[in-house]
Structures are given as C-alpha cells and as structure tokens.
C-alpha cells in the first residue's frame, strides 16, 4: 500500500512531455504512420557505421558573399544522423568585414558562441516585461578570440563583426534540432506575406517600407549544407 501511494504521488512530479524537435507533431491515430515522429526513426544498431558519426568540411570557410555578409555552416541532425536523440548540434558562423548575423532565435535550445577569429558585439534581448511601460533589456558584450558568450533558449540574439577583418565563431546547441527563426526574414519574407497595414501598424511605419522590405530577396535560412561543399 506504501509504494502504491507513494508511486501515485510522485508520477505527476515525474511526468512531462518532451521538447520539440521540430516545429509541431500532428498527433495520427495510425500505428503504421511511424515515419513522422517527433525527432528521427532509429536506424538498425546492426547496420550503424562509423561514417554515421562522422562528417567533414567543417574547417571550410563559408561564403559570406550576400546581403548579410555571414553565413551558418550547421551540423544539425538532418547533415549527422548520428546526433539523432543526443540532444546536441554546433555550427560554425563566418563574417565578412560589417557582416552581421541577424536577430534570430532558436526555439528548441540555448546557444553558447565562442569567438574564434575576430571581434564581434553580441547580445540577446529578453522577453516583454510583467509592466507594459518596462523596456525589454538587452545583455550585450563585445567578444574577442577565445570569449564565449552564452544566449538562452527562444530569446532573440544576434553577432555583429565590426572589425576590419574576417571572423569566425563556432555556436553549440542543446537540441539536434534547434530550430532558425530569422526575424526580419520571418516578418517580411513569409509566404503568403503578412498583411502590409497590420505591419506597418505594429512597427510604425509606412506601408510603402513594409512593401519594400517584403519585396526584397530574403535569403533561406542563411545556412550552409556541409554536404554540398
């Protein structure tokens, strides 16, 4: 009776449901839909080989040739199989002279960036106040090589360089998937694209800019696939 009641007591405490490892899992009531979980089916442990966990080129700079002057070489689930259920990711970001990785969050994981070439500023901004007058903070700090700065899981972030050379930094995740979500890309590049009266509404501006910037090219996710190299 004991361990009847204590093993009912604690289950709630015990009990949670997993992160996500990908936008959202549309429950099926279908034993044979198994190809969509939340993260990636395991493959056989008697077919796995070495190559499974193991992937090259990641010592090549990326081109940092567009609007943005970086790019994100990511080493996520989808490039290494073998991080699959590891609950780890990393990604190497290059930056011209200027270039800017831009505000962007990561849904599904906290990020530690460490500075390799360069000097970069940095920062992360937090989440609205419980008082509506309170502005959001920014924690910012401008890094050298061999800093490392930490950005928490689903706050906006972002790596200027304003140096005169290239840089480079290297960013580890907690999730295989930890999700890109490029803010001015997001806002103004969507498909279909958001109602230009309700964003020039929300920012303050006129709906000519916000028609202009949906215009404009947006880039994917601003990411390098290893593969392709």
């Known amino acids: 009776m004991f361990i009847a009641i204590l093993a009912v007591g604690s289950s709630p405490a015990d009990a949670y449901d ?31 080989m070495s190559d499974d966990f193991f992937i090259s080129g990641f010592n090549r700079p990326g081109n940092t040739s567009n609007p943005f002057g970086s790019r994100v070489t ?25 270039g800017v990785n831009p505000p962007h969050e990561h849904p599904r994981a906290s990020e530690v960036l460490v500075v390799l070439e360069g000097t970069l500023y940095v920062g992360f901004i937090t989440t609205n106040p419980p008082n509506p007058n309170d502005k959001n903070k920014l924690f910012a700090k ?33 999730s295989q998937n930890p999700g890109i ?16 009266d309700v964003l020039a509404k929300s920012f303050h501006v006129g709906e000519n800019l916000v028609e202009y910037l949906q215009s ?13 190299i």
């Open 18 to 48: 997993p992160d996500q490892l990908q936008d959202f899992c549309v429950a099926v009531n279908d034993s044979k839909a198994a190809v969509f979980v939340n993260g990636k089916i395991c493959k056989d442990p008697k077919t796995v």
């Open 74 to 98: 990511h080493v996520f689930v989808d490039e290494l199989a073998g991080l699959n259920t590891l609950g780890i990711s990393i990604a190497r970001i290059d930056f011209a002279p200027n």
């Open 142 to 174: 401008i890094l050298q090589p061999g800093d490392v700065f930490v950005f928490p899981k689903g706050l906006i972030h972002f790596q200027y360089n304003f140096g005169k050379t290239s840089a480079v930094a290297i960013a580890s995740f907690n």
């Open 181 to 196: 979500m490029t803010i001015p890309k997001a806002v103004f590049g969507s498909e279909p694209p958001v109602r230009a």
């Open 216 to 228: 404009l090219p947006w880039m994917g996710n601003n990411a390098l696939d290893l593969h392709r």
